[in-house]
């Protein structure tokens, strides 16, 4: 056998691949490339084709067509043990029948590999379980479990590493530490990460290039803060944190601004931050942007007049607000408590305000509810 | 007071109530037998035929032994036989049903059973027809010169294994099934991810985590198959006779009640150990 962890390396290049279900196109012509040793995220609702793009990865599906390349090896049609690619599966898939030494050392062993001991002594410190290796898997706890399903990954150090919503299993708490070992672990081995999740927060807490997937399609792709920032489609803004989208008319341009009309109100948003085709855009901007006061109070940049606070919720750390605006319209607002004033309430006239640049404009002709439906279940 | 523990006796004597039938059922027809086959198995002729004496005769043993190596021996050769040849079909079956059949997996059990609702006497007879001189199998083999002109199938010891592995076929199928069917398939996809090719994924997953049905499937076809005398009797010859054949004739022929008692002892105690020492072999303790 061939040590497979050194018959290739490099970007891992998609082109055009397409998968179909009978009728049902699970992914559709999807191209990408995935950087050598970076942490990537395929992020969206299920049923957008993210699993499936990862079993063709692995060789677990074999693409209808389009080809898989792991730098310039062509890995499309070889078996699931021959590539370069180990995965940690969503439920785990331990060897119930194997103690923990001979789960991390099955992938070793059958490439031949004599002297198992010091790597796989090496993989148990790093997921800092060395004193379970003789247990069997029914014996650990969900979170020790991940963490030998992780182990057993790495220890062949592959050249593609795939994550199948490996923290899905975990309660919130166990969930949180894991995305910050996961992301020191990545970094400390240096192998590609692909990692495919419908949690937003997972995916953007770990991911250096998140892709955002909805049916068969990337959506978008960037760094998280590109796509929380100046998202593309009203999928990514609502399925990336939450969005107020709000119609508008686009009436004139002013240097790299454009000023848009909003039910009356003129705004001004940065030229590079509008995705609109023509006239008609849809005006992003994001809830913890908005600035809220007392009706008649004095504010700069963007002002809204007219709305009226129909709903208060304070969390703590800030309150959200639903305001409604004179076009019936319910505006998100998250204000940070820190600054000693009480919150505002219920009935209460308010002003809202944001600066110009954190606008995003969409399409006017896109469907502002597009991916709210599709947000993660807090499961 | 009294109330609350004449409740908490009722509550700790509800296993036993639970356990009852079943405890009846086993001395009436499993400890009771047993102790009169131990007792009957040590008596002596006495003055008329079929009186028996009380008479510790422990030699009845060797005895029996002695006069019945023969049909012992081709017994467990027999039953080895048919289990081996059971797996070797009930296997890839098995595994067909359980990861390969789709839709079809309800119909195929059911035909796995549906043996079951002819009586075992019958289907037997059937295998006389089946391999019988008007049947299909022996002019095929006769076509492509397996087989000599004059040769036969039935009653030859090929007849007696081929009946004995069919009728305990479902035996081995229903367990092996149902091992088969309780392995999460991820568990053979992460071992093709971890570099193992099919045949390696098999031998190092499938068959190590199946091996409960493999040993529950051998041992409830092994057992029935060693102590079974209507395959010996109906595709056999006197010279494919097995221990069943055997404690039979004494029993009901040469009304030996001591001999037929002592070797129905000696089978029932060698099948016991032979169980014991495969189990422990296998590592499937927990069948236990």
Not at chain 2, 158 to 163: I, M, T
Not at chain 2, 253 to 275: K, R
Request: contains cysteine; charged residues 15%.
């Amino acid at each position: 056998m061939t040590d497979a962890s050194t018959s290739a390396h490099g970007d891992v290049i998609l082109s055009h691949l397409t998968k179909s279900f009978g009728d049902f196109v699970a992914v559709d012509d999807l191209s990408l490339v995935i950087p050598e040793g970076s942490f990537f995220a395929l992020l969206g609702p299920s049923g957008c084709g993210k699993t499936t793009t990862l079993r063709m990865i692995a060789g677990l599906e074999e693409p209808t067509s389009g080809t898989i390349n792991i730098g310039k090896t062509d890995i499309t049609y070889q078996k699931p043990y021959q590539r370069p690619v180990n995965t940690v599966f969503q439920n785990y898939a331990l060897f119930p029948h194997l103690s923990i030494f001979e789960n991390i050392a099955f992938g070793l062993r059958r490439r031949g590999i004599k002297d198992v001991k010091e790597q796989v002594d090496k993989v148990l410190n790093l997921v800092e379980l060395p004193h379970l290796a003789e247990r069997k898997p029914n014996q650990l706890s969900g979170g020790q479990q991940q963490r030998i399903a992780l182990a057993r990954a790495i220890v062949n150090r592959p050249a593609l590493l795939l994550l199948d919503e490996p923290l899905g299993a975990l309660d919130l708490k166990l969930r949180r530490q894991m995305q910050i070992e996961l992301k020191w672990i990545q970094t400390e081995v240096g192998l590609t990460f692909v990692h495919v999740t419908h949690d937003q927060e997972e995916a953007m807490t770990m991911a250096d290039t998140i892709a955002v997937m909805n049916e068969g399609q990337i959506e978008q792709m960037g760094s998280p803060a590109d796509l929380y920032d100046n998202p593309e489609t009203a999928f990514v803004a609502n399925f990336l944190g939450q969005s107020n989208l709000i119609k508008g008319l686009i009436e004139s341009s002013d240097g790299g601004s454009n000023i848009v009309s909003i039910f009356g109100h003129k705004i001004s948003m940065p030229k590079s931050r509008s995705h609109a085709e023509d006239a008609s855009v849809l005006v992003g901007v994001r809830p913890e942007k908005f600035r809220i006061q007392p009706a008649g109070t004095q504010m700069s940049g963007n002002i809204l007049n007219g709305g009226v606070i129909s709903d208060v919720s304070y969390i703590g750390v800030s309150t959200q607000y639903q305001v409604e605006m004179p076009w019936k319209q319910e505006l998100m607002v998250f204000e940070q408590n820190d600054d000693g004033v009480p919150p505002l309430s219920k009935g209460d006239a308010v002003t809202l305000s944001w600066e110009p640049i954190f606008t995003f404009g969409l399409d006017g002709k896109e469907d502002a509810s597009a991916g709210s439906e599709a947000h993660p279940d807090e499961d | 007071m009294a109330l609350v523990k004449a409740r908490l006796n009722r509550k700790r004597l509800w296993p036993y109530i639970l356990l009852a039938p079943g405890l009846i059922w086993l001395m009436a027809f499993f400890v009771t037998p047993i102790y009169q086959l131990l007792t009957t198995s040590t008596q002596t002729p006495g003055v008329n035929i079929g009186d028996y004496i009380q008479t510790y005769r422990f030699a009845n043993f060797i005895d029996a032994i002695v006069g019945a190596r023969a049909q012992f021996l081709r017994s467990f050769e027999y039953a080895f036989i048919a289990t081996a040849l059971g797996l070797l079909i009930s296997y890839p079956l098995a595994y067909a049903i359980a990861f390969k059949s789709g839709r079809w997996k309800n119909t195929l059990l059911v035909l796995v059973v549906a043996p079951f609702f002819t009586s075992f006497l019958l289907r037997t007879v059937a295998w006389q027809q089946i391999l019988g001189e008007q049947g299909l199998v022996i002019k095929v083999l006769r076509g492509v010169h397996l087989l000599g002109a004059t040769g036969h199938l039935t009653a030859t010891p090929f007849a007696v294994v081929a009946g004995l592995t069919y009728n305990f076929l479902p035996f081995m199928t229903l367990p092996l099934y149902a091992s088969l069917e309780r392995i999460d398939p991820r568990t053979m996809e992460a071992s093709g991810d971890l570099y193992a090719n099919a045949f390696t994924t098999f031998r190092k997953v499938t068959l190590p985590l199946s091996m409960p049905g493999v040993v529950a499937g051998t041992l409830l076809t092994f057992i029935p198959a060693a102590g079974d005398y209507i395959n010996a009797e109906l595709l056999g010859n006197p010279s494919t006779k097995m221990i069943g054949n055997v404690i039979d004739a004494r029993y009901l022929q040469i009304v030996d009640y001591p001999g037929a008692a002592a070797l129905s002892f000696i089978l029932m105690v060698t099948i016991l150990v032979m169980v014991m020492l495969y189990i422990r072999k296998a590592g499937t303790e927990e069948l236990l």
